[in-house]
């Protein structure tokens, strides 16, 4: 099982920042892992998808969106299975944003999980950090590395 929290404090208001993480289309922009997203289908507040994660890890997730509080990210298909909750907590004119990732690694993967782990601590900073610059209308400054597959984790 692999979990992290991430909390970061963002100098925009609550609706700024619901903005942002709920347009999830643009994920591959902040989630350095996912390549690729395929709506299957959208529902008012809940969309299904295909994730491609690295080069060729396909996963399914159910993505339920509250509006001006959390994104909820449920992976039910794939070597990736739990959720991922992008939580949103007013203070004054500023913004608590909680990422939560609860994670099982199955197949092959799973047996770095210490590795991925990293990478996927890395990944939640990254975006955290991203999400932060985009609501506060600064330009990215976060020096971003060669993003690694899931099978080149594995043979290094």
């Known amino acids: 099982m692999v979990e ?13 920042v619901y903005g942002i993480i709920s347009k999830t289309d643009d994920d591959p922009k902040f989630w350095t892992l996912t390549k690729r997203i395929r709506n299957i289908s959208k529902k008012e507040n809940e969309i299904v ?9 396909k996963c399914l997730q159910k993505i339920t ?16 299975k739990g959720t991922r ?12 944003l909680e ?25 939640a900073e990254y975006a955290a950090d991203l999400i932060k610059e985009t609501a ?3 330009p990215h400054s976060i020096p ?13």
Not at 49 to 57: A, L, N, P, T
Not at 65 to 80: A, K, S, Y
Not at 85 to 96: E, F, K, Q, S, V
């Open 144 to 156: 971003m590395v060669e993003r690694k597959s899931w099978a080149d984790l594995i043979r290094g």
């Open 65 to 80: 969106l509250v509006p001006n509080d959390r994104v909820h990210v449920l992976w039910t298909h794939g070597m990736i």
């Open 4 to 16: 992290i929290k991430i909390w970061v404090q963002i100098g925009a208001p609550l609706e700024k």
């Open 136 to 138: 506060e209308g600064r």
């Open 99 to 123: 990422i939560s990732m609860d994670y099982k690694i199955s197949g092959p993967a799973g047996l770095f999980s210490g590795r991925i782990k990293e990478e996927l601590q890395m990944e």
């Open 49 to 57: 998808r295909e994730s491609v994660i690295g080069k060729v890890d």
């Open 85 to 96: 909750d992008i939580i949103l907590n007013a203070m004054g004119n500023t913004t608590l």
